[in-house]
Structure formats: structure tokens, C-alpha cells
């Protein structure tokens, strides 16, 4: 196989660290921008330019946006005595597509992990602490995995005599028994309610 030169490479390297390429997939993805100059990665580049000296990181509730505070944090219909707690910014535009929340948001970072070593000063958890005064609900949206629950139990913890509830964990809409695992049926279990 024929040497490619060092620019390719860097630009295969880069892809490659974007989730869901791996070192095939950023071959295949830089082929098709370089086949496709003109058209692609020419106007690629100049969006990816234009982002990074566009957007910033909402100082309230750390949300990217063109803004700061973000579109959410000024939008005065929004409600803002509920505060909907989220992992990552990935988890905050969710909600928002399903257009089911509208309160307020607070970002995170990402969850508790001794693993990883992502302690609580590592999160924005002061952030939150200072947010949550004239809130009356807190609602912790939550990864179900065992990072995210204890992250959830942590700020349970700290939040006190707060109301604070969870997104409900369970069967989801259209699933099969059949096909899903013993901690979603035991969630679900738990979390019954009468009809």
C-alpha cells in the first residue's frame, strides 16, 4: 500500500477521534471530503472555523450556544422555578427535541466515576448549589447507568430537603419484554403505578 501524505494522516487521525469512527470509517469519511473538495470539505472547514470562534459556553447553565446567557437561560416564558439537572450538553438538546421540559437547565459536565477519576469538584456542582435557590423542583435527568445514578444519589444527598425527583426508568415505548434486560424490568417493577 502506498504511503499517504502526513496532512491526510492528521486528518484521518482527527476523524477518527470523533464518536462512532474508528480508523476505517475516518479513511472512508476523509476520502469522500477529499473527493469532494469543492462541494464538502471546503465549506466543512469554514463551518468548523465559524463554530469555534462562535460558540460559547452558557455561563448559567452550560448549554453551547452563539450567546451567553444561552437562548434557553433568556427566554422568559420558560419556566424558572423547575431546574432539570443533566449530565451533558448531548442530554440537554435531547429533551429539548422531544419538547416535553420547560423550565430551566443545569449541565453538569458529566457523572460521578472513581474510574475515571471524575470527582464532584471535577462537575459543576457548585454551579448547581448556587442555581437552586427559588427553585421548588430539581429534576435529575440522569443516565441510567451506574455512574449517573450515583451522581443522582450524590446530589440527592446535597440538595436535602429539596423537591427532587427523576426521570422514571423502565419499559420504553414499543419495547418487548422479551428483548429487555433484568435491571430495566426490575425498574420497571418498581416503578409501577396503578392505571
Known sequence: ?????????????????????????????ALALLKKRDTLLEPLAASLREAADAILTCQVCGNLDTQSPCAICSDSRRDPHILCVVEDVADLWALERAGVFRGRYHVLGGALSALDGVTPDRLNVGGLLE??????????????????????????????????????????????????DEGTLSAAFKARRAL
Do not use: F, W
Request: charged share 25%.
Open 1 to 29: 500500500m502506498a504511503a499517504i501524505g502526513s496532512e491526510i494522516e492528521r486528518l484521518i487521525q482527527l476523524l477518527s477521534k470523533l464518536p462512532g469512527l474508528g480508523p476505517r470509517s475516518a479513511r472512508r469519511a
Open 131 to 180: 442555581r437552586v435557590k427559588g427553585i421548588e423542583e430539581v429534576i435529575l435527568a440522569m443516565n441510567a447507568t451506574v455512574e449517573g445514578q450515583t451522581t443522582a444519589h450524590y446530589l440527592m444527598d446535597l440538595l436535602g430537603d429539596m423537591k427532587v425527583t427523576r426521570l422514571a426508568h423502565g419499559v420504553p415505548v414499543g419495547g418487548e419484554l422479551d428483548y429487555l
